[in-house]
């Protein structure tokens, strides 16, 4: 590994998409599974407080990576999957089994955005065109106002408006469409018209080295608008399912997909038309002593704190509770949890001021202020543009959220 | 040739191009209301054009009353169409189910659909019969029944939007068409570049109506653009484009019907720019004495006036009599004035609809805040006036 780094420095190549190993004083940018640092992740991570805990997505026991795994998984028990015939997947794969399945069910769907034709910049539309053609499956201008614009028309027309924005940072000329029109327009009309059959959907959140345009979780502005539903998933088989439900939800939605886990999330995915319900959020961890909330990628940094805490706190045991759907959430779920705990720590990507965590933390604490042990911790992304090389310091990492954790349960 | 202008010629000048000839405004009827070429002359029944001309004036007299009334406080807000009237003419070249997208002053496309003098005054009185619910302003208006999609007051948003429905009119294979209606104001917002450009790329079968009356509030058109007019852009785009007199009823028609059949039978959009002059305010909330001379409008009412050309036509023809006019503006007088007054005394809408349709179905957290507003309702019933809206 060393002289395969050293022999490209040597080409003057410094920007190889290998796991971040420092060598002779060069960091190497990664494409890490890890997203709360750009760290690497392998047996060499004898520093405090980690002492050589596996991290990261790659290491994660969420996943389901065998099958074995699917079928002993009560949640998916419940959900009515864990005896379906499966494929390994990454959330990439997932989510262009999900658009192939609308597409092969639902003769009206359509799936639109900038270089979707191709197969996407990100390859989630991969094949789509070839198999659908290209009427259904297009291109369009390079105008993010226009494909919510042209969404919300389809939609309007009862046909069923997968769009793409190609990175969540640039979903703001659609803010305007999306606000005002899409989410209003079944209330404005008094019935007569509506948006349901749209669904919009776009990479987010840190990828390691995507700085300010790259980067960014914009979930908490979308979060404030009555009439839309803003979901994001943390693996395979839920963004497969999730999206599915998104797309046939009668509201429009903005599905907020974690860039970093198209490829580092593998799960043996079930290969049929399968739902996961909106607005419901998931206990991934059941436990004691402190309730832990986050969404997307966060999960894999919480689950890693977890560990460290409950490693360092024999006896003390965290819950862990994915959100899922940020708007309409899953407030019962959270408050159910505090009520059994005590203790609450959100986390998110997100800037920490006028984050989804603060929404979260409001509610909680008029829903459940006497059972509360501690202040509502809140490990989100720094009050900066999300920065390039400074990320590690940024991010809600395992260790600032190990941290946290620790504040919450010693108060 | 390069792929961004597999056209363009090669040439050895260095010249800088800003225009060519100002785009022409078609024309079919002089002011006079007499058909400049016969070949022209419109192809309509005499039981078509009575019925249009009775539309522009009942439109006038629902206008005057209207706007009378929000002076009065008795309605909040609106928007009249003096000097705009002849916009009947695009919605009488169109099929009943063409798809219409509005901005915010084509009242007359609504009532060549047959929106009914009740439904206008509904919307406009927020009451338990408006089909918006009485969640918009006035002038908000909106029908399922009638192709016609609810207005909203951003500028510009439905044209990108009338895009993708015309791609799924395509897709349905219907033969059918949106037409989307906004002025040369709206024209400067990015939703007009969006929207023309995809429906360019894309193919759909979409009729871009500008009305070029001269103003946006207060902005003459000289301040809103510097090139010519909204029909210049469309060559830009690769719009098949016209320019019409839009106080010529049959220009407007006679174009219109043609547009349509360019859109549905070559699936490509088309645009038309209609000049015109706004002889209203721009709404209640204006007073436009404080940026143009009363005499401008004044003299633009005298000389170009939509309805006295459409009547001029039809007196030549002789389907209309000296003194008709006046019968049918008493009688559409008072059809207003009846429908306004059973509008004024119907309750406003149950409370509940405050709540229904935000979502699809009702989340957890509205039906909270719907079991403390219903609570906080029943406590205080007068200082909610309460009584006002409708029993659930």
Avoid at chain 1, 50 to 74: D, E, F, K, W, Y
Avoid at chain 1, 211 to 218: A, C, L, M
Avoid at chain 1, 320 to 326: G, N, S
Wanted: glycine share 8%.
């Amino acid at each position: 590994m060393l002289r395969h780094c050293v022999l490209a420095l040597t080409r003057g190549n410094m920007r190889r998409a290998c796991p971040g190993v420092v060598s002779a004083g060069v960091r190497r940018y990664s494409t890490a599974t890890d997203s709360s640092s750009s760290s690497n992740n392998n047996n060499s991570n004898n520093i405090e407080p980690i002492r050589g805990l596996p991290m990261g997505v790659s290491n994660s026991q969420l996943l389901h990576r065998t099958v074995a795994a699917v079928q002993r998984s009560s949640n998916l028990k419940t959900l009515g999957l864990s005896e379906h015939e499966t494929q390994k997947m990454n959330m990439c794969q997932a989510i262009n089994d999900a658009m192939r399945i609308v597409l092969a069910t639902d003769e009206t769907a359509v799936v639109f955005g900038e270089d979707v034709a191709f197969g996407g910049v990100f390859r989630c539309t991969v094949g789509l065109a070839d198999e659908f053609g290209r009427e259904r499956v297009f291109n369009t201008p390079l105008t993010e106002q226009g494909i919510a614009g042209f969404g919300i028309g389809l939609a309007s027309m009862g046909q069923t408006a997968v769009a793409e924005i190609q990175f969540a940072d640039y979903v703001f000329p659609a803010f305007d469409q999306i606000v005002n029109e899409a989410a209003k327009f079944r209330y404005r009309s008094g019935g007569e018209f509506n948006a349901g059959r749209l669904t919009i959907r776009t990479p987010c959140s840190a990828v390691g080295h995507g700085g300010h345009y790259h980067s960014q979780s914009p979930e908490a502005f979308f979060a404030h608008v009555p009439g839309l539903r803003v979901v994001m998933p943390r693996s395979p088989i839920q963004a497969k399912g999730l999206l599915l439900a998104a797309i046939r939800d009668q509201n429009p939605v903005v599905f907020f997909e974690p860039k970093i886990l198209y490829r580092s999330a593998v799960e043996q995915v079930p290969v049929g038309d399968y739902t996961i319900p909106l607005s419901q959020a998931e206990i991934l961890k059941p436990g004691d002593n402190v309730t832990v909330v986050g969404y997307g990628a966060q999960i894999y940094a919480l689950e890693n704190a977890i560990q460290m805490i409950e490693r360092d706190f024999p006896g003390v045991s965290c819950e862990l509770i994915d959100l899922q759907t940020i708007l309409p959430y899953d407030a019962e779920a959270v408050a159910r949890s505090v009520n059994k705990t005590g203790r609450l720590v959100v986390a998110h990507e997100a800037p920490r001021t006028q984050g989804f965590a603060a929404e979260l933390a409001a509610e909680i604490q008029e829903r459940c202020f006497l059972r509360l042990e501690s202040p509502i911790e809140r490990v989100c992304g720094l009050f900066v543009p999300h920065p390039l090389v400074f990320e590690r310091f940024y991010m809600p990492c395992a260790v600032r959220t190990y941290e946290a954790i620790k504040r919450s349960l010693t108060f | 040739m390069f792929p961004g202008a597999l056209n363009s010629e090669y040439s050895h000048e260095l010249k800088f191009v800003s225009s060519v000839e100002s785009i022409q405004t078609y024309q079919v009827m002089d002011s006079n209301g007499s058909v400049l070429d016969p070949a022209h002359e419109p192809q309509v029944s005499k039981e078509e054009a009575k019925a249009m001309y009775r539309n522009m004036l009942t439109l006038n007299a629902m206008d005057q009353i209207l706007y009378e009334a929000q002076r009065q406080g008795r309605i909040s807000f609106y928007m009249t169409s003096f000097g705009e009237e002849a916009l009947i003419g695009s919605a009488a070249a169109l099929n009943p189910k063409d798809l219409v997208f509005g901005q915010y002053r084509e009242a007359g496309v609504l009532l060549q659909r047959g929106f009914t003098l009740e439904q206008f005054m509904n919307q406009c009185f927020s009451n338990e019969r408006d089909l918006g619910k009485g969640r918009q302003m006035p002038i908000h208006y909106g029908t399922k029944e009638l192709c016609f999609q609810t207005i909203s007051s951003p500028l510009a948003t439905q044209i990108p939007q009338a895009a993708g429905a015309a791609y799924g009119m395509r897709r349905d294979g219907n033969k059918l068409c949106t037409i989307c209606y906004f002025g040369e104001g709206a024209a400067s917002e990015g939703d007009f570049h969006a929207g023309l450009n995809m429906a360019a790329t894309l193919g759909c079968p979409v009729i871009f109506y500008c009305r070029n009356n001269g103003y946006a509030i207060s902005t003459p058109s000289i301040e809103q653009y510097r090139g010519d007019g909204i029909a210049s852009r469309g060559i830009g785009y690769g719009i098949d484009t016209i320019r019409v007199d839009g106080n010529d009823v049959w220009a407007i028609f006679a174009a219109t019907k043609a547009a349509r059949k360019i859109a549905v039978e070559q699936n490509k959009p088309v645009l038309i720019e209609a000049m015109t002059y706004r002889v209203s305010h721009h709404s209640t909330s204006d007073d436009s004495s404080a940026y143009r001379s009363k005499k401008e409008v004044e003299d633009w009412s005298k000389r170009d006036n939509p309805i006295s050309r459409m009547r001029n036509w039809m007196e030549n023809k002789g389907w209309w009599m000296k003194g008709e006019d006046a019968e049918i503006t008493k009688s559409a007088k008072t059809r207003v004035l009846e429908a306004f007054a059973a509008a004024e005394r119907l309750k406003k809408p149950a409370i509940h609809h405050l709540f229904d349709e935000v979502y699809a179905e009702l989340p957890p957290e509205l039906q909270r805040e719907k079991a403390d507003i219903e609570a906080l309702a029943r406590k205080y019933p007068d200082y909610y006036q309460v009584n006002e809206f409708a029993r659930s």
